[in-house]
């Protein structure tokens, strides 16, 4: 079965860093681009960050980019959120998706909560 489970999210303060992981298993995850999404409180879920299948391309909303860093490592398959100098209003719900874009198909994990607060 297709499984995808973030982990590292928690409470850090304001300007703090952390780093979130998304391992994936029941897949082919080297031919599948990568990306995070993030949901807060009341909006809509949005995507923060995307990684290519070989990692040679990311992209990043603009509210992110400087901060975060997106990367992946295929022969773990995992892929990672670097988060530096957070902002209140990174405060979300955390999900990694995974798209084979060919097909369109995506997977979706369940989530990790990321609370930046002092």
């Known amino acids: 079965q297709v499984q995808l489970v973030e982990s590292g999210g928690g409470l850090v303060q304001p300007g703090g860093s952390v780093r979130l992981s998304c391992a994936a298993s029941g897949f082919t995850f080297g031919r599948f681009a990568m990306s995070w999404y993030r949901q807060a409180p009341g909006k809509e879920r949005e995507l923060v960050a995307r990684?290519?299948?070989?990692?040679?391309?990311?992209n990043y909303a603009d509210s992110v980019k400087g901060r975060y860093t997106i990367s992946r490592d295929n022969a773990k398959n995992t892929m990672y959120l670097q988060m530096e100098s957070l902002k209140p209003e990174d405060t979300a719900v955390y999900y990694c998706?995974?798209?084979?874009?060919?097909?369109?198909?995506?997977?979706w994990g369940q989530g990790t909560q990321v609370t930046v607060s002092a």
């Open positions: 990684i290519s299948a070989i990692g040679s391309i990311t």
């Open positions: 998706n995974a798209e084979y874009r060919p097909t369109s198909v995506n997977y």
